[in-house]
């Protein structure tokens, strides 16, 4: 069984501050999708990122994909309110159903 | 998102009565997963099916649950004899057809039906 395990679990932060969230497995994924969840709706698509060493941006948010393969990491650079939400990572281990991470709930504080 | 649509949005259901869901994927997609997130938890795959196949259900209770895509129509998730822990929210996601070789599966999600047993 493939697990995806993402740090931290919740995060608090002032609104301006940067932050990391991480997302971590033991096997070697062949690709990887982020997405931001909302209250009371489905996940919303972020980023894929499939190339070992990828690095993605989308404005103030940097995905990056491990050379491993077993990792990455969302990085926000002067968060804002509107960045509140759950972020989950999603892993293909090689078929085609995607496997989500634990989740990183994130409250921004204006 | 939004081209993956879902109903109802909210169910209500007696202990004992029976839940059915159902997802229209994305127009050009012919794959449909159904995840299962428990509140405060993250989603769980339950099923991934192909129109009139199902491909891999390893995430499906063995009993009472019942998922297909047919030739016409939406793809249905079926609940039998609901018990309160199967109050959660499930989310049908739809892909469009990859190549086998392709490592890049992206999916796509509705807003999800969210299920209340009382």
């Known amino acids: 069984t493939q697990l995806l395990e993402q740090s931290p679990q919740f995060l608090s932060i002032q609104e301006g501050e940067n932050l990391t969230v991480y997302c971590n497995s033991s096997s070697v994924f062949s690709s990887l999708q982020w997405y931001r969840q909302e209250p009371g709706e489905g996940p919303v698509l972020l980023v894929t990122?499939?190339?070992?060493?990828e690095v993605k941006k989308l404005k103030r948010l940097t995905f990056q994909f491990g050379d491993a393969r077993k990792d990455s990491s969302l990085h926000i650079t002067a968060a804002q309110p509107g960045d509140t939400g759950l972020y989950l990572c999603?892993?293909?281990?090689?078929?085609?159903?995607?496997?989500f991470g634990t989740g990183t709930r994130l409250t921004i504080i204006p | 998102n939004a081209g993956v649509m879902q109903n109802p949005r909210h169910l209500v259901r007696r202990r004992g009565q029976e839940a059915r869901l159902r997802c229209s994927p994305m127009k050009g997609h012919s794959h449909v997963y159904w995840y299962r997130q428990l509140p405060e938890e993250g989603l769980k795959f339950m099923v991934y099916l192909q129109k009139e196949n199902i491909i891999d259900e390893s995430g499906m209770p063995k009993e009472r649950f019942s998922a297909e895509f047919p030739k016409e129509g939406p793809s249905i998730l079926r609940i039998q004899q609901v018990v309160r822990g199967d109050s959660a929210a499930y989310f049908c996601a739809s892909s469009p057809f990859q190549d086998r070789g392709f490592s890049g599966n992206t999916i796509y999600f509705g807003e999800g039906s969210w299920l209340t047993v009382v």
């Open positions: 990122v499939v190339t070992g060493g």
């Open positions: 999603a892993a293909n281990f090689g078929n085609e159903k995607l496997t």
